[in-house]
């Protein structure tokens, strides 16, 4: 299928929350993984985002290079087109962009799709996120206010982080301590700035005790029940339905299936994936190496094996490992089996 239309982007994200499921949103860095996110959406049924970051765009624009942008352009280039042999529908999201990135990422994005709409087509991005964690609330909330009107004009869909997700991302970091977990006047300040919908859609990555990366038992401590009380709070505040908010799950590596049940259960409609589809990308390939030995390396004077160091060979492995791994997401998050384009 192709990329999702705004409409279809709508669709999911509406019967995701009305169906009690969130969708993975997958980090890719190349077109291998890309086609790992593919393959293991399609096996399990399931729709999904895929999502870019600004050291992924980096690195597909070349490492020498910086254009990160350009780098962005050339991913949704290519998912836009190798989509279209896929039996689900995906949408393009780019994550975690700070105040200080904007203008070299999101801001030529967006004004390529503006640009593209004008001309009659779809954004080329569904959606995008403005990460202003690292600034405070009121500041951040003043650019999401700047960026929501022209997201909108797109029918494109704005991501915020209100609170803040420990761990580091692509040069985003931030301690693990009290500062982890949003509050209710946070989010009625949100809401305050940016409305229910009215003003243009947007998700808000609430944080209940999130981090980036994987740590031992016991360094993390989730509470997605925040989630469901600060639902409950603006609902009351505004006379709205039980989940006023649409919510993304950041940093969810490690959780439990019970703590991503609940937090689903309590409006998540998205969870960013990154630290666990790495590691089954690469440690298939560490496995294929360690196994080959002899193969991969030209030992003793003797030839190697092309056929197991041919990068196609181990690469489909690790892109299978991966897929597995993406499958599993769906399973936790309900996704599996529910494509649109089944409906």
Not at 96 to 114: K, T
Not at 305 to 316: C, E, L, M, S, T
Not at 327 to 338: D, K, V, W
């Amino acid at each position: 299928m192709p990329v999702a239309t705004p409409d279809q982007y709508a669709e999911m994200l509406d019967t995701a929350k009305a169906k009690g499921f969130a969708f993975p949103a997958v980090n890719v860095s190349s077109s291998s993984t890309i086609n790992a996110v593919l393959q293991g959406l399609s096996e399990a049924g399931s729709d999904g985002i895929i999502q870019v970051t600004t050291g992924g765009a980096d690195y597909f624009a070349g490492q020498t290079v910086k254009a990160r942008a350009s780098g962005a352009l050339a991913f949704a280039g290519f998912v836009t087109e190798v989509a279209k042999n896929y039996p689900i529908t995906i949408a393009l999201h780019t994550d975690h962009c700070p105040q200080d990135a904007l203008a070299g990422f999101v801001e030529p994005l967006i004004a390529a799709s503006e640009a593209q709409v004008k001309a009659g087509g779809n954004p080329i991005f569904q959606s995008h996120m403005f990460d202003g964690s690292a600034i405070p609330l009121a500041d951040n909330l003043a650019q999401a206010a700047q960026l929501l009107p022209r997201l909108k004009a797109i029918h494109a869909i704005l991501e915020v982080e209100i609170g803040v997700v420990g761990g580091e991302e692509d040069g985003v970091s931030h301690e693990i301590n009290e500062h982890l977990y949003t509050t209710l006047a946070d989010a009625i300040q949100t809401v305050e700035a940016l409305g229910l919908g009215e003003q243009g859609r947007y998700m808000a990555a609430l944080t209940f005790g999130n981090v980036h990366g994987v740590y031992k038992p016991g360094n993390v401590v989730l509470k997605p029940e925040l989630l469901g009380q600060i639902q409950a709070g603006l609902a009351e505040k505004f006379g709205t339905d039980a989940r006023p908010l649409d919510l993304v799950f950041h940093g969810g590596s490690g959780s439990s299936d019970a703590e991503i049940a609940e937090a689903v259960a309590n409006g998540v409609v998205k969870m960013n994936i990154d630290t666990d589809t790495q590691y089954a990308f690469t440690r298939s390939i560490a496995d294929t190496m360690f196994k080959n030995y002899d193969g991969v390396l030209k030992v003793d004077g003797e030839v190697g094996n092309k056929k197991v160091y041919d990068p196609r060979a181990w690469g489909k492995l690790a892109e299978t490992a991966m897929a597995a791994r993406v499958a599993e997401a769906t399973t936790q998050l309900g996704s599996a089996g529910h494509s649109i384009s089944r409906s």
